[in-house]
């Protein structure tokens, strides 16, 4: 198991064991059970209190990996392999996630959305967004927002950190030419958010088609509006940059994870302290002026290579 997977699955039986137990040395060794994530019931039976540690992981590994990745959420993964770490998931065991492909964990992901009774916005949520969608696109923006913030708190982090994952995806998708722009993911996972749009029968009829289309769009549309629009509010996209370790942009506004570390003690590293911090400033604010002034630079996609602090 990797150095990544250790820390991600360690005491990973809650939200915040995940987020909060990893790298410790004193750390208590792996359980044998893990939260269960229950497939076919309604998502507040799943999450409970929170996010399953195990869900939150396999979401982890798409955020970090899929960008990088062709077509993640349009090629189908391995059968036996999902079997098997459905089975893993809803038995509570410990997942190893390195021995399982990105694809086979989006393909898991999206069998999962698909089994949520009602859907993941549920039938009334899908038919407020059927009609938003056809709104003048200020008040479309308003009337999103609003059905996203009433949902449930844990709905509201799921749906952000998989949007936030699909934008980064989108956001990479002509410079790693993974061929997945927000139109191919739109088009990939609606039937999975929006179960209206999938036929009953064996045939689907034109009315189906239609409702896919309008779906397609709606997707495509939240992932492009991911952050211009701030459509999940400051509480979820700070939930997202804590959990993720990305940095996002959320109408001309930077938000981050991290903070500056305690100044040191001695004078020369106080002096070696005030310099790269001085040097770290500087360099926020030539990306700043960069991103103002239409040259493009992606920190989405690269949420390692700096430590904004804007």
Same mark, same amino acid.
């Given at each position: 198991?990797?150095?990544?997977?250790?820390?991600?699955?360690?005491?990973?039986? =809650?939200?915040?064991? $995940?987020? =909060?137990?990893?790298? #410790? +040395?004193?750390?208590?060794? @792996?359980?044998?059970?893990?939260?269960? /994530?229950?497939?076919?019931?309604?998502?507040?039976?799943?999450?409970?209190?929170?996010?399953?540690?195990p869900l939150l992981v396999l979401i982890l590994k798409l955020n970090k990996e899929a960008p990088l990745r062709r077509d993640v959420f349009r090629a189908p993964g391995h059968q036996g392999a999902m079997k098997?770490?459905?089975? !893993?998931?809803?038995?509570?065991?410990?997942?190893?996630?390195?021995? @399982?492909?990105? @694809?086979?964990?989006?393909? $898991?992901?999206?069998? !999962?959305?698909?089994?949520? +009774?009602?859907?993941? !916005?549920?039938?009334?949520?899908? %038919? #407020?967004?059927?009609?938003? /969608?056809?709104?003048?696109?200020?008040?479309?923006?308003?009337?999103?927002?609003?059905?996203?913030?009433? &949902?449930?708190?844990?709905?509201?982090?799921? &749906?952000?950190?998989?949007?936030? *994952?699909?934008?980064? %995806?989108?956001?990479?998708?002509?410079?790693?030419? *993974?061929? %997945?722009?927000?139109?191919?993911?739109?088009?990939?996972?609606?039937?999975?958010?929006?179960?209206?749009?999938?036929?009953?029968?064996?045939?689907?009829?034109?009315?189906?088609?239609?409702?896919?289309?309008?779906?397609?769009?709606?997707?495509?549309?939240?992932?492009?509006?991911?952050?211009?629009?701030?459509?999940?509010?400051?509480?979820? @996209?700070?939930?997202?940059?804590?959990? =993720?370790?990305?940095?996002?942009?959320?109408?001309?506004?930077?938000?981050?994870?991290?903070?500056?570390? +305690? +100044?040191?003690?001695? #004078?020369?590293?106080?002096?070696?302290?005030?310099?790269? &911090?001085?040097l770290e400033a500087e360099k926020t604010w030539l990306q700043c002026e960069c991103d103002r002034w239409g040259n493009k630079f992606n920190l989405e996609g690269h949420p390692n290579e700096s430590r904004l602090?804007c």
């Amino acid at each position: 198991m990797s150095n990544w997977a250790r820390r991600m699955h360690r005491r990973a039986a =809650t939200l915040s064991n $995940v987020v =909060t137990s990893c790298g #410790h +040395p004193n750390s208590l060794p @792996y359980p044998r059970r893990l939260e269960k /994530v229950k497939f076919g019931v309604p998502l507040h039976e799943v999450c409970k209190d929170d996010i399953p540690g195990p869900l939150l992981v396999l979401i982890l590994k798409l955020n970090k990996e899929a960008p990088l990745r062709r077509d993640v959420f349009r090629a189908p993964g391995h059968q036996g392999a999902m079997k098997k770490l459905i089975h !893993f998931l809803q038995t509570g065991r410990l997942v190893n996630v390195d021995n @399982y492909s990105v @694809y086979t964990i989006a393909s $898991v992901l999206k069998k !999962f959305l698909r089994k949520i +009774p009602g859907g993941v !916005f549920g039938r009334d949520g899908e %038919m #407020h967004l059927f009609t938003a /969608v056809e709104l003048p696109e200020e008040q479309q923006v308003d009337e999103i927002r609003r059905l996203l913030l009433s &949902l449930p708190v844990c709905t509201q982090r799921l &749906l952000v950190l998989l949007f936030g *994952t699909f934008r980064v %995806m989108a956001s990479n998708a002509d410079k790693a030419g *993974t061929g %997945m722009t927000s139109e191919a993911l739109g088009v990939s996972v609606a039937p999975s958010f929006f179960h209206s749009c999938v036929s009953d029968g064996k045939t689907a009829t034109m009315e189906d088609v239609q409702r896919f289309k309008v779906a397609t769009r709606i997707m495509r549309q939240l992932i492009e509006q991911f952050s211009a629009g701030d459509l999940f509010g400051r509480d979820n @996209y700070e939930y997202y940059a804590r959990v =993720t370790g990305r940095i996002l942009r959320v109408k001309d506004e930077w938000i981050c994870s991290f903070r500056d570390p +305690p +100044p040191p003690r001695h #004078h020369r590293d106080q002096e070696a302290y005030a310099r790269q &911090l001085s040097l770290e400033a500087e360099k926020t604010w030539l990306q700043c002026e960069c991103d103002r002034w239409g040259n493009k630079f992606n920190l989405e996609g690269h949420p390692n290579e700096s430590r904004l602090s804007c």
